[in-house]
C-alpha cells in the first residue's frame, strides 16, 4: 500500500461556542450535546470519523465543556481517541481555537469539522482530500461548500477551476481539511478564522468542492426543529 493511501488524517471538531441563538437550550448544556432526534449533535461526527477511518479527534471546549468530557468520554464507544482542548471561559474564537490544539494535531493536513452542523456528506470524501493535501505542495486546505440556504442566499464564496474565490453562490459548510502551516507564526489569542481563509484565498491556495445532500448549520431552535422533521419526522 502506497504511503499516500496509507496516511490517515487527525480530525478537530469545533465545539467551543456559547450557542446563544439556541438558548434556552444552551443555557445549561453545551451546543455540541443539544439532541437532534435523541442524539447529541456531535455525536452524529464521531460516527461518521470512526466510520471513516479516523482515529483521533480533537475537541475544543469553552462553555460548560466539562459536561462535553464526561458526556462522550476518551471516544472508546466509537473506536476512536479523543483529545480534549480547553479554552478561557468565552472561547479564543475558530482560529484561535485551532492554533491552541495544533500541538495535539501534528504536522500533517487534518479535517475540522464544525460542531453544530448536521449533514449527510461521506467523511471518506474529506479522508481523501486530506490524502491528495498532503501530496499538494501548492495548496494549503481544501473546503466544502453548499449551495447557499435562505439564511445566507447572498453567499460568501465561489468556485472556479476548482479553486475557492470571494464572493459567489456558494456557503461554508464547516468541513475542510486544512495544513497546519495555515497557520505558521501565530500565536494563541482570540482570532477568526475567515480572514484566515480568504488570504489563503486570494493567494489561490485554497481548492474546494460543492456539496449538493442534506445540509443544515443548526444555529437557531427553527434549524433545529427544521433537522429533526427532516431526521426523523415520525418523532
Known amino acids: 500500500m502506497s504511503e499516500v493511501n496509507a496516511f490517515i488524517p487527525c480530525a478537530m471538531i469545533l465545539a467551543a461556542g456559547r450557542g446563544n441563538r439556541l438558548r434556552p437550550l444552551t443555557d445549561k448544556l453545551p451546543k455540541p450535546l443539544v439532541p437532534l432526534c435523541g442524539v447529541p449533535l456531535i455525536e452524529y461526527h464521531l460516527r461518521k470519523l470512526a466510520a471513516a477511518g479516523i482515529r483521533k479527534v480533537v475537541i475544543n471546549h469553552a462553555w460548560l465543556g466539562q459536561q462535553i468530557e464526561e458526556g462522550l468520554g476518551n471516544g472508546e464507544r466509537w473506536g476512536l481517541e479523543i483529545d480534549y482542548s480547553p479554552e478561557p471561559e468565552g472561547g479564543l474564537e475558530t482560529a ?10 501534528g504536522e500533517e493536513p487534518f479535517l475540522l469539522i464544525n460542531g453544530d452542523v448536521y449533514c449527510d456528506y461521506d467523511f471518506n470524501c474529506l479522508v481523501q482530500s486530506a490524502r491528495q493535501l498532503q501530496q499538494s505542495s501548492g495548496k494549503m486546505g ?10 445566507n442566499a447572498k453567499g460568501d464564496f465561489g468556485l472556479h477551476n476548482g479553486l475557492v474565490s470571494e464572493q459567489g453562490e456558494f456557503t461554508f459548510a464547516g468541513l475542510s481539511v486544512l495544513k497546519p502551516q495555515l497557520f505558521s507564526g501565530m500565536k494563541v489569542d482570540f482570532i477568526a478564522l475567515a480572514p484566515i481563509l480568504r488570504a489563503a484565498m486570494n493567494k489561490q491556495l485554497l481548492d474546494g468542492e460543492v456539496f449538493h445532500g442534506y445540509w443544515s448549520d443548526i444555529g437557531t431552535l427553527d434549524r433545529l426543529q427544521e433537522a429533526q422533521q427532516h431526521l426523523c419526522p415520525d418523532a
Open 96 to 105: 484561535g481555537g485551532i492554533i491552541n490544539a495544533l500541538p495535539k494535531l
Open 142 to 151: 481544501h473546503l466544502t461548500l453548499v449551495p447557499s440556504p435562505a439564511f
